[in-house]
Structures are given as structure tokens and as C-alpha cells.
């Protein structure tokens, strides 16, 4: 597994986004949000964290950290 060195900035697509997917999953917060609509609009598919609230966002897989 490789960690991404780059820092993804937040856009206007992204919020949008990030709105869609707050109406579409249930139970994630709005900054979840926010990290999902970034890593979906930048073909981003893995994320390695605690927050089991990406567990509910398609499109997304969540890497468990122990």
C-alpha cells in the first residue's frame, strides 16, 4: 500500500459532492463527507483510518487501523 505524498485541495465540485453523498449515506458526518467527495473526484478509492463512518460511503473502502 502506498501513501498519497499529495495534498488534495477542496473544490466547488467537491462540496457539491460532498452534499450528495451527506443524502445518500447515512450516519457520516459532514467532514467525512467532505474527505470522500475529495477522494472520489480524484479516482482515490482506499482510505486508512479509524472512522468506520466511511464503512458507508460507496465508492469508498476503508483500510481498518489497529
Known amino acids: 500500500m502506498h501513501i498519497c505524498p499529495t495534498i488534495l485541495p477542496v473544490a466547488l465540485a467537491d462540496t457539491d459532492r460532498a452534499k ?13 463527507a467532505v474527505h470522500a467527495a475529495v477522494m472520489l473526484n480524484h479516482d482515490v478509492s482506499k482510505i486508512a483510518t479509524f472512522d468506520a463512518g466511511f464503512d458507508a460511503i460507496a465508492g469508498v473502502r476503508r483500510v481498518a487501523l489497529r
Open 20 to 32: 450528495t453523498l451527506l443524502g445518500s449515506s447515512r450516519g457520516i458526518s459532514v467532514r467525512d
